[in-house]
């Protein structure tokens, strides 16, 4: 993917702040299903 362990990071942090995903763990559970696909949709 061309990514470094700080991009995800960081971006993984943006999602939880924004409340997209919840994280527990090694559990992650997307929240906001409609803004990840309007994100991917970019």
Known sequence: ???T???ISRTLREFREK???TMQGSVWT???E???RRLAAL
Do not use: P, V
Request: avoid cysteine.
């Open 19 to 21: 409340r997209w995903i």
């Open 30 to 32: 997307i929240t906001d």
């Open 5 to 7: 362990r700080e991009t």
């Open 34 to 36: 409609d803004a990840i």
């Open 1 to 3: 993917m061309g990514t």
